[in-house]
């Protein structure tokens, strides 16, 4: 158990470093034009990044004779405010990486590393063939898989979804692995997902970041919360890692993984001993809370949260007073802490104390965790249907439509499928097979298709066990619009370089398919042909998006980003959204789905005897996902993966710094080098899932496929528990 105290220590923006990007003759050699005026005055295009991030930052892209030369900030962006993340810097070596995508390949055998390149419509035609014979076998395309999910949030990305609903009911891949469970937590307590504007953290008197390390995953929330240090707010963070957010906080507290719920019911429990209840606030705005009361003082002491979580109960005494008396105090809750098989549970016991202490719905408060307010745009690129007299999959109201599965189980639900079984594969914006749990059955998933197609930008895991990849654009090859799942604003793309290559969007990937399709069988798919991408961009704008955006006209956008018309402060209009129109403690939305309907303690997942070592595989700093870590400056800043393990563990099994450790379960294994640190508990080892290039290094070869305990209410399917992944260890 570590507890640390510290000054405060200001965070440091990422800066990009570096010589010129490209030689002369690279430039030349990408771009003619270049030579005849290297001197040629830059042009500068507006766009926003579209990673699965919480900044989904604003950049100003500088081009010269066609080439993309420097990306920056957006200074008229007012949460991420002219500065980039260092991954956002970084995009030019994503752009011109040598070893990006360039053409259409086919691989032959699959897995082989055989790759010859095709035309597009040599692709078109295997891919079409390939559909019109699956339909013809078994007289549905059922049998073709769709799994797509967040390698790019742009809303006309959603022209992937829209390329499957037109040529008939699929097999569709249905939930998230992200952040599920808290999702049906906040879901259940308040209607809906719905944050705090992250800027007004400025107003906040105390601040308890939960498990969220913004310092890697939300760097540009980091200068309002200095602006309120400054101030004299308090920082406290919690979460079982030492991470570069908790070294610089007020207050440090090293939690048992998965115990957050404890705690917060240990901090409620002396809020209530100690008469800091607002009482006003909670019986008028939420139901069953004299209920949650009675629970607390017939099953809660100071003693048990102390021994369940590990944190000393004058800690708990201390946050527990300051966080109750500070008001308004402000709560972020990090998708970390919901990744168990408690995780939803353990946010709404954290929703719940937000709520005693009368914070909910007043600046500078809240329980934040993310929102879905500025995503109200048509979806028109996915919003195709099926050609008619197509045959799907019976719902329970007998209705036809598309075949669900679970993505966070996807190899074995695949697998699973019978009349008819599934044939063939279409990925795009994901890549399971370094990203899904359980990476020998997602292998062995693979190996059993008839046909996989990936669309994507570099040879990863996935790729390499496909039968056709596809180049597509980045986001600084096309036009598209992004909405934040954090803050509140909204930014146009604009397309600054043409698509390098032959790479191409969404969009326009469906619309050749659509040509071939019909061509071959006239009437076989629904999607359009043509169409600019303006054109596109203007169909997902409405009425409702223009009011909150307080624009007119799409193209407004260009001049500047803007934000949404939202108040401050989530739920400061105290109408919410549950079945009672008020925060409902006692949810009988839970109960129906066979969850307790309070929020009460449910036990941790216990470590088994055989694997004693819980395995904690966070968010990296130098990658997202699968993204960023292979290109070139991120490989040398952070060249191999490593197992951070702590010097009383690493002596326990005869570990030094630098030694190979084999890391295994049931299902898997992986090796990697030892670092011996102090930030990691004695009984938890951590390894930040990524994908580098030219390694077998993946977590995931040990991550079973757990459910967390929500998430079917708001996404189909229950979340994953990534971090009840329990190992052993040896020296390798």
């Known amino acids: 158990m570590k507890i640390s105290r510290r000054k405060f220590i200001g965070a440091t923006a990422a800066t990009a470093a570096g010589a010129s990007l490209f030689s002369f003759e690279m430039l030349t050699k990408l771009n003619p034009a270049a030579a005849a005026d290297p001197n040629a005055e830059f042009q500068q295009f507006r766009n926003v990044c579209p990673r699965n991030c919480y900044d989904t930052c604003g950049q100003i892209s500088f081009v010269q004779n066609g080439i993309l030369k420097k990306v920056e900030g957006d200074p008229k962006h007012g949460y991420t405010n002219g500065k980039l993340c260092l991954k956002g810097y970084t995009y030019t070596r994503r752009i011109y990486s040598p070893d990006r995508i360039k053409y259409p390949m086919k691989q032959t055998p699959r897995g082989s590393g055989n790759w010859t390149r095709i035309s597009w ?23 073709i898989c769709f799994d797509k999910y967040s390698g790019n949030f742009g809303i006309l990305h959603y022209g992937a979804d829209g390329t499957m609903s037109s040529i008939g009911y699929t097999t569709r891949a249905l939930g998230t692995p992200c952040w599920p469970a808290g999702i049906d937590a906040q879901t259940y307590d308040f209607g809906t997902l719905y944050s705090n504007d992250p800027e007004d953290m400025v107003n906040a008197n105390y601040l308890i970041l939960w498990g969220q390390n913004a310092a890697w995953t939300a760097v540009h929330s980091i200068p309002f919360i200095n602006k309120a240090r400054e101030r004299g707010t308090k920082l406290v963070v919690i979460d079982p890692i030492e991470t570069s957010t908790a070294s610089k906080a007020d207050l440090y507290i090293q939690i048992k993984p998965s115990t957050d719920g404890a705690l917060a019911l240990g901090m409620a429990r002396y809020i209530l001993d100690n008469n800091w209840v607002d009482w006003d606030y909670a019986r008028a705005n939420s139901v069953g809370f004299d209920e949650w009361i009675d629970y607390l003082r017939n099953n809660v002491t100071l003693d048990w949260a102390a021994e369940k979580t590990g944190v000393p109960a004058d800690i708990i005494r201390e946050i527990a007073r300051e966080y109750a008396t500070a008001k308004p105090a402000s709560m972020w809750v990090g998708y970390g802490l919901q990744r168990h098989t408690n995780g939803g549970q353990n946010v709404r016991i954290i929703d719940a104390l937000g709520v005693m202490t009368g914070n ?21 690129a996915m919003s195709y249907p099926a050609p008619k007299g197509s045959k799907g999959f019976a719902g329970p109201d007998g209705k036809e439509g598309d075949r669900n599965i679970n993505m966070n189980n996807f190899a074995q639900d695949v697998m699973a499928q019978q009349d008819p079984p599934v044939k063939m594969l279409w990925l795009a914006c994901r890549n399971p097979g370094s990203q899904d749990p359980d990476t020998t059955a997602i292998e062995k998933m693979f190996n059993s298709m008839e046909l996989v197609v990936t669309v994507d930008s570099f040879f990863n895991k996935t790729v390499q066990m496909s039968d056709i990849v596809l180049p597509t654009t980045t986001h600084f090859e096309n036009t598209d619009v992004n909405a934040s799942y954090w803050h509140y604003w909204v930014g146009i793309n604009q397309m600054a370089i043409k698509p390098m290559y032959e790479s191409k969007n969404d969009i326009e990937i469906a619309m050749l398919l659509s040509q071939k399709m019909n061509a071959l069988e006239p009437g076989s798919c629904t999607f359009p042909t043509k169409g600019t991408p303006e054109e596109w961009l203007s169909k997902e704008f409405n009425p409702g998006i223009y009011e909150f955006l307080e624009i007119s006209r799409w193209q407004e956008l260009i001049d500047s980003p803007r934000k949404a018309k939202m108040p401050p402060a989530s739920w400061s209009d105290g109408k919410f959204r549950t079945p009672s129109q008020k925060i409902e403690i006692h949810s009988d939305s839970a109960e129906k789905n066979g969850l307790p309907p309070l929020p009460i303690w449910v036990e941790e997942m216990k470590a088994p005897a055989n694997y004693p070592i819980r395995l904690i595989t966070p968010h990296p700093q130098h990658a997202l996902h699968s993204q960023f870590q292979n290109l070139d400056w991120m490989m040398t800043a952070n060249p191999e993966p490593i197992l951070e393990i702590h010097p009383q563990l690493a002596a326990q099994y005869g570990i030094s710094e630098g030694n190979k450790v084999k890391v295994f379960n049931d299902l898997g294994s992986i090796i990697l080098k030892a670092h011996l640190t102090r930030t990691t508990p004695p009984d938890v080892i951590v390894s930040y899932e990524s994908w580098y290039k030219n390694s077998n290094y993946n977590v995931n070869y040990t991550v079973k496929a757990i459910p967390s305990d929500m998430g079917k209410q708001a996404t189909g399917n229950d979340g994953l528990a990534f971090h009840d992944n329990f190992v052993m260890i040896q020296k390798a």
Request: overall charge positive; proline content about 2%; charged content about 25%.
């Open 360 to 380: 909910v719905g007043k600046s500078g408060g809240g329980v934040n965790y993310g929102h879905l307010e500025t995503w109200g745009f048509n979806y028109n």
């Open 121 to 143: 419509d040599e692709a078109m035609e295997t891919i079409a063939k390939k559909i019109l014979d699956l339909k013809k076998r078994y007289g549905s395309t059922l049998p």
